[in-house]
């Protein structure tokens, strides 16, 4: 398990490392001087020249490449060009309200569990071929029809939701109801991709042996279902928590602009629109950081409950 | 003999294709699948025919118009026909989808076979080229390489390439290691055939057939990421329409008028039905190891 951990942490750095190089080239590649693509034809020569020897344009390209990387190293994710506070301080104060949608939404997902399994012990029923139909479809469904169509119903028609905001953060009541339409749109393709999963590894396991003796036992069948079954069935939903990390904060962006909510996503788009370069590159590398981090932290429990995961590292 | 093996193949090939056609249409799930991706291709291919007006035409006083017989799913805020606008982005629709994913498996697929196939370090460097890409937000990073190189049809097929091609590129590897000591690879490989010419001629036609289903899969999720960035205002510039860019507008005048927004999701809803019960079927059709765990 201590190599594999070691082994494992080391990928996700090398991971990162190639996010970051990548990242650094693409501003590289991009035709034109990087001072005049990131101020604007308008800049005077003089503010150029500052940002120049700010971002060390003017040294070779390994050198620059070394500056950016012991940046990072130290927390310096560089600076916003319009108020020139450090990007990584702009960047935590929106964090949390996106990791409080991200976990939601992880939470939300769950709800496949008992989908599955109910649907996997009456294969076949009514419920079974109901729930496949509805999670097969909801899987693929774009977040932006679920979030817009939800928006419309819901807020707008029904108004039974609020459109737009976080509410109001001292009152956890108001900000859960603001969270609930958010959550569901990233997080409800999630429900049925568990419930799929559950419900196919539930089927193999209630035929395995020790569930088949515990029947010839005669032990009650929701002491089987609970004690034996369900615990096995519900492993290869865990691995797909690294997947579903990644997934589900990338699609932030879009819960965050369409209910007007605060957080990395509406940040980034902001920054887009303005067209605040260093702003832009900081929120993607912290955004792909957090990720990896996630994804690593999801391999090694997974390989803690289930030793067969510690052979293929990545 | 030589001589009649293909032949012979060939109408075994012919009668497979059939047989899953026919599994297809008795199905109704694949039936309903096979109907709205044809109707989808159909509307993309002829929409100067179908579309009842010029999609760019402007109208002023008919603006932000609820149904009617004239107008079928009601008018824009510029007096735009919504119907019309709509069958036209299906034509943005189908072709980043198709170009885009066509040119992610063809990458995917080269590395995937060189992963499975060639030496273990060249495995490793490719494995490593594609967790690093699946680690990055798609749409951040989509994002950012919008802001970099500006806003066109060609960032965001750019965008969909770079990020989906390690999917195939997975799955083709597992399938060219699972066949690497297969006895007519191995044979081929004793006859002093080239690398290459056994990728190609003694591989790649056992495994193709997987990849191609995800992909097919995939084309929902590609025509969603096309509408997000053009539903930013970061995709297809404006007049083209896009299912995006009309969600957008329906977005913005959702007080006004609730018809564009609701008649912009649905080809959107029903084009991801379509290709994933299409998916589906042909998956448990053609291979029903695969559709295990997912």
Redesign the interface.
Known sequence: MLTYTIQRIL?AI???A??VA??FL??H??PGDPANVMLGPRATPEIKAALRARLHLDEPMTTQLYYFFSGLVQGDFGFDLRSNRPVLDIVLEQFPHTLILVGSALIVSTIGIPVGCYAAIHRNGIFDRVAG?VS??I???????VG??M??FFS??LRLFPVIGAGNSGNWLDYLWHLVLPVLTIGIAWIGYIS??VR??MIEVMSQNHVRMAHAFGLPEAKIISRYALRIAVL?SITMLGVAI?FI???T??AE??FARPGI?RL??ES?LS?N?PL??G??LF??IF??GG?TIADLINAMLDPRARKDP? | MAILEPAKSEVAGRGDVRAVLRRLVTDPMGLIGLVIVISFIATALFANILAPYDPDKIDILNKLQGPSLEHLFGTDQLGRDTLSRLIYGAQIALMVAAVSIGIAVVIGSILGSIAGYGPSWLDSVIMLLFDTIRSYPVIMFALAVVVLFGPSLTTIMAIVIATSFPTYGRLMRTQTQTLRNAEHVLSARALGISTPLILMRHILPNTIGPVLIVASMDIPFVIGIEAVLSFLGLGVRPPTPSWGSILNDGFTYIRNSSWILFSAGAPLILVTIGFTFLGEQLRDTLDPKLGRGR
């Open positions: 990928l090398l991971i990162v190639m996010a990548t990242m693409m501003i590649a991009v139909t097969v479809s899987i693929a469904m774009p977040a932006i029809v817009l169509y928006l419309l707008v028609k799929r999963i196919a590894s290869p990644a904060f990338s699609s962006v879009i602009i369409i996503g980034l788009y887009v067209r370069y832009v590159m929120t993607v955004s792909t990720i990896v994804t990545g």
